[in-house]
């Protein structure tokens, strides 16, 4: 729960939501998840029912080549709650176009436009990962009951997709001045 935590923080933006963020009210809405290397998260093209934040390992995003291997029909559905998911070569499993790691967020995408999800997530850790789940049904009890809450979890996820995509434009900007 601790990355939970430190991802709300109360900040100034935050400060006058009145909600202090505790190990209970957090483990209320969220779930605790092992993962093991080369365990799918989730696929393309499945339903968006998760966010994931990751507490420690790595996750890849990858796409998929088209073609009729990555049929997600043999997968459970994605609501089921922590599911057994295969686990894929990850060299043979697509394209990796994004690795996560602790402290970082995937599912969000598609969770919050519900749309299926754009990528297959597998876990690339040897020694397995571990994230916090956190499901439609928890999403909007936590909604309803505890808005505060939601409302710093919403903004911690603002900042981390705000990092992210300065982590992304340095890197480019880096990787053009290593090729001149």
């Known amino acids: 729960v601790a990355i939970l935590e ?3 923080q109360v900040t100034p933006a935050t400060s006058s939501l009145r909600c202090e963020p505790n190990s209970g ?14 365990q799918v998260l ?6 968006s029912s998760k966010l994931y934040f990751l507490e420690r390992g790595t996750v890849d995003l990858v796409v ?3 073609s009729p291997s990555t049929s997600t029909s043999n997968h459970p559905p994605a609501d089921q709650a922590f599911s057994p998911r295969p686990r894929v070569p990850a060299a043979s ?35 397995g990962a571990v994230a916090w789940t956190l499901d439609r049904d928890a999403f909007s009890e936590m909604k309803s009951k505890a808005p505060q809450l939601c409302i710093m979890v919403q903004t ?4 981390s997709l705000a990092l992210a995509d300065s982590q992304q434009y340095f890197n480019y900007e880096a990787t053009k001045r290593a090729v001149r």
């Open 156 to 159: 911690a996820l603002l900042k």
């Open 42 to 47: 989730f696929d393309a093209g499945e339903a």
């Open 93 to 127: 499993s697509g394209i990796r176009i994004l690795r996560i790691s602790g402290g970082g967020i995937c599912g969000e995408l598609g969770f919050f436009f519900g749309t299926p999800q754009a990528f297959r997530a597998v876990c690339t850790s040897p020694r």
């Open 6 to 8: 430190d991802y709300l």
């Open 64 to 66: 998929l080549p088209p």
């Open 25 to 38: 009210a957090l483990r209320r809405y969220f779930k605790r998840q092992e993962l093991e290397n080369t």
